[in-house]
């Protein structure tokens, strides 16, 4: 694993091994941008076949995700885009105007679905009983190829994926843990005190500490990331 980085954002890539590729693909994948600024991203996309996007893009405390769609409109030009959704999206007022916005920028739009990309299924999962949804696991699990699935809260892995015919599931959610003291993370909502799931490798999965800090409290030892995986 390599390390580099810009002047607001750490990058840090990762080679992923599924031996379902006729040819390596690279995926950029950015969590919890929560609307803020972006352009430092836009070169990042240079030599990505694909960006992901595995929730929290837009900024339910603000009600707010107009940054979030000029990044889209910019991204989706250059490349395949896969916009998933985290717990913001599921506290903005309006989720369908959400939704309608991401898809007219030209991005995919994934809330328990998933497309095709060649030899990659794209999927996007998140509590779909709690939604009034059909679960898409067994047919996403059961598609030929390589399968990536964006799941934003890492605690769900275990409970719900872990079992399932996946080869990368991408969270965010954790935020690195806010704080991290000798490698933990100090807090994560939905993990609590010392949360265990807040950043990097963890079996299947990859977690990302995310590409914004938009509340008061400040990272410490937590830059935010971006993602770059190479999968072959």
């Not at 990097?200 to 914004?212: D, F, N, W, Y």
Request: glycine letters at 10%; a positive charge; charged letters at 25%.
């Amino acid at each position: 694993m390599k390390h580099g980085g810009t002047a607001l954002r750490h990058i840090t890539d990762y080679v992923w091994h599924t031996g379902k590729l006729q040819k390596p693909v690279k995926l950029l994948v950015v969590s919890d941008l929560h609307n803020d600024r972006y352009r430092n991203i836009l070169p990042m996309l240079a030599g990505a076949d694909a960006l992901l996007l595995p929730g929290d893009a837009a900024d339910a405390y603000r009600q707010r995700f107009n940054r979030t769609i000029e990044f889209l409109e910019a991204a989706s030009k250059r490349l395949p885009t896969f916009v998933g959704v985290g717990n913001h999206e599921m506290r903005l007022k309006d989720l369908q105007d959400y939704a309608k916005r991401v898809r007219e920028t030209g991005a995919i739009f994934l809330f328990n679905a998933y497309e095709r990309l060649g030899d990659l299924t794209v999927g996007c999962w998140y509590r779909p009983r709690k939604y009034g949804h059909k679960d898409m696991l067994p047919a996403f699990s059961a598609e030929d190829g390589c399968k990536i699935l964006m799941c934003h809260r890492p605690e769900d892995y275990f409970t719900e994926l872990r079992e399932q015919e996946i080869d990368l599931v991408l969270a965010g959610h954790a935020h690195g843990g806010q704080w991290r003291v000798f490698g933990r993370g100090v807090f994560s909502s939905g993990q609590g005190i010392f949360p265990q799931y807040t950043k990097g490798v963890v079996e299947k999965m990859i977690i990302s500490t995310g590409a914004s800090n938009r509340v008061p409290i400040p990272r410490i030892n937590n830059p935010r990331e971006i993602l770059r995986i190479e999968l072959d």
